[in-house]
C-alpha cells in the first residue's frame, strides 16, 4: 500500500503524528530553526541522548526517544547542504527521506511528520526539496507509514508544497 501524504501548516512538535523527524545537524546537539525548536520542546534530556550517539552523517538517519514530546521517537536526519546541484545533493535529500520512512516502518508506526529538510540554513531550493519530498513519500512501498505528514512553517512553505504534491495527480 503506497504512503498517502498530507501538507499541514504548522509546528512539528505539535502535529498529527506517531514520530517525527528533525531537520538536524551533523552533531545532533540541536540548533536553530526546527532543530531548536525540537531539542526545546522535547527537553534537556533529547540532548544527553543525542550526545552519547556521536553525531549523524549527511544523508542518514538516528533515531531517540520522544522525551517531553507525545511521540513514539524522534528520527533525526542530517540533510545536504545546497552547493550547486552538482554534489549529489539530490540524492542525499532523497536518502534522508527514504531512511526516515524505513526507520518509521522499523517503528511499525502509521504517521510520520517531516519538517522541510534542508531548505532553511542548508539552502536547498524550497521547490525542488518539496518535489523530492512529495516524490519519495508517495513512491514509499513499505507496510507502514500509512500517511507521511509534510509540515510547513508559514503559508508560503506550505503553498509550496501543496503545488508539489498536485503536480503528482
Same mark, same amino acid.
Given at each position: 500500500m503506497a504512503t498517502r501524504v498530507e501538507v499541514v501548516l504548522g509546528d512539528i512538535t505539535r502535529c498529527d503524528a506517531d514520530v517525527i523527524v528533525n531537520a538536524a545537524n551533523e552533531t545532533l546537539l540541536g540548533g536553530g530553526g526546527v532543530d531548536g525548536a525540537i531539542h526545546?520542546?522535547?527537553?534537556p534530556e533529547l540532548l544527553?541522548?543525542?550526545? @552519547? *550517539?556521536?553525531?549523524?552523517? !549527511?544523508? &542518514?538517519?538516528?533515531? !531517540? #526517544?520522544?522525551?517531553?514530546?507525545?511521540?513514539?521517537? *524522534? *528520527?533525526?536526519?542530517?540533510?545536504?547542504?545546497?552547493?550547486?546541484?552538482?554534489?549529489? &545533493?539530490?540524492?542525499?535529500?532523497r536518502a534522508c527521506y527514504e531512511k526516515a520512512l524505513?526507520?518509521?516502518a522499523g517503528l511499525s508506526a502509521k504517521r510520520i511528520a517531516f519538517p @522541510?529538510?534542508?531548505?532553511?540554513?542548508? #539552502?536547498f531550493p524550497e521547490k525542488l526539496?518539496? &518535489?523530492?519530498a512529495v516524490a519519495t513519500c508517495l513512491s514509499w512501498?513499505?507496510? !507502514?507509514?500509512?500517511?507521511?505528514?509534510?509540515?510547513? *512553517?508559514?503559508?508560503?512553505?506550505? @503553498?509550496?508544497?501543496d503545488e508539489a504534491l498536485a503536480a503528482t495527480t
Open positions: 526545546d520542546a522535547a527537553g544527553r541522548e543525542c550526545k @552519547s *550517539i556521536g553525531g549523524c552523517p !549527511t544523508g &542518514e538517519v538516528r533515531v !531517540t #526517544g520522544a522525551h517531553n514530546l507525545p511521540f513514539q521517537a *524522534i *528520527i533525526h536526519t542530517v540533510g545536504p547542504i545546497w552547493r550547486g546541484g552538482h554534489q549529489g &545533493e539530490r540524492d542525499l535529500l524505513a526507520a518509521c @522541510s529538510i534542508s531548505t532553511g540554513a542548508f #539552502g526539496a518539496a &518535489e523530492i512501498d513499505g507496510l !507502514t507509514p500509512d500517511v507521511a505528514v509534510l509540515t510547513a *512553517i508559514d503559508h508560503q512553505a506550505k @503553498s509550496v508544497l
